[in-house]
C-alpha cells in the first residue's frame, strides 16, 4: 500500500501561499513590463491565471492542477471564438453613430450645453500632452476589464464548481447576446465620430491608455494600442460589454452581500463607465444599454436554470 503524504498544517500552508504568490506576483510583473498585459487573447489570460492557481494550491498535486485546463480550455476556446467572429460584426451593415450622437445629447445636453458627455468631460478633463493623476487610475479600471470577471471565474472555480458554472452560464451568454447585436447593429464609439475621415462628428481624443506611461509602464500601453488597431472592432460600441462585465461580476454577488456595502461594490461599475466616456471608448447610451443586457441575461438565465432545476426534480 501506497503512504499518501499528510495535508500541510494551517502554519505551513500560510506560508507555501505567501511564497507562491510572491514568486507568481514578480514573474506577471515582469512579463507585463516586457511583453504587456494580458488582453485580447483568452489563452494568455486564463495561463496566468491558471499559473496563479498553482502558486496559491502548491500543496495540490499535478493531476488536480489539470483539473483548471479540463474546465478551462472549452472556454477558452469558445471566447476566442467570439473575439475572432466579433471583427467581422461590421461587414454587413453601416455603422450607427449619429443616433447615439442625438441620444447622448438628449439625455445631457442641457448639463452640458449640447455636448455629448465625452466632449464635455475631455473639454474640462483633458490636456494634450499631459498624463493628469486620474489618468492613470482611468487606465487602471480600463484594463481591469480584462481580468476582473475572468479572476473571479477563477476563485469561483476554486471554491465552489456550483457557483462558478452559475456565473459562466451569464458570462458566456452575455457575451453571445452583444455579439449578435454587434452584427446586426454596428455602432461607432466617439473616438471614431471624432475623426476627420469620419467628419469630425464630435470633438475627441482616445485616451484610455494615457496613464501607463506616467507609471512606467510603456509597454502595457503600446500593446493596448496596437490592439485597438488591429485586434479590435472598430464598431462594436453598443452595447459596451466593458460596463457591461463591470456590472456582472458586481450584480452576480449583490444577492449575498448586506444593502450597506452596496455602494461600495457599484463604485467599480460607475468608475467604469466614467472611464469609458471619458475616454471616448464609449457613448452613455451603450452604457445604459449594457447594463439592461446584463439585467436580462440574469432574469433570462436564472428562469431557465429554474425550469431545468423543477424538469430534474420531477424526473
Known sequence: MTATLPPPVKEDLRRRRVIGMAVWTVVFAVGTYFIGVPTSDPLIAFGWLWLATIAWNNHWSWKRHLLFLRDWLPISLLLIVYNVSRGYADNYFAPHVTELIDADKLMFGWLTGGQVPTQWLQHHLYEPG????????????????????????????????????????????????????YFLYPAAPPWWAAEAEHGSLIQATRISTN???????????????????????????????????????VAFFLPYVRGRWWPLLLAYPLAMTFTLVYTAEHW????????????????????????WRNRSQVN
Open 130 to 181: 499631459v498624463v493628469q493623476w486620474w489618468e492613470v487610475a482611468v487606465s487602471i479600471v480600463y484594463f481591469s476589464h480584462f481580468l476582473t470577471v475572468p479572476t473571479i471565474a477563477v476563485l469561483l472555480w476554486m471554491r465552489s464548481r456550483e457557483q462558478w458554472a452559475r456565473f459562466m452560464r451569464r458570462w458566456f451568454t452575455l457575451c453571445v447576446a452583444g455579439l449578435i447585436t
Open 211 to 249: 496613464g501607463w506611461d506616467a507609471i512606467g509602464l510603456h509597454g502595457a500601453g503600446n500593446t493596448l494600442n496596437a490592439l485597438q488597431v488591429e485586434a479590435s472592432n472598430p464598431v462594436a460600441a453598443m452595447p459596451s460589454l466593458h460596463t457591461a462585465f463591470a456590472m456582472m461580476a
Open 284 to 307: 452613455v447610451i451603450d452604457v445604459l444599454v449594457g447594463w439592461a443586457y446584463v439585467g436580462l441575461v440574469f432574469i433570462g438565465v436564472g428562469l431557465a436554470e429554474r425550469w
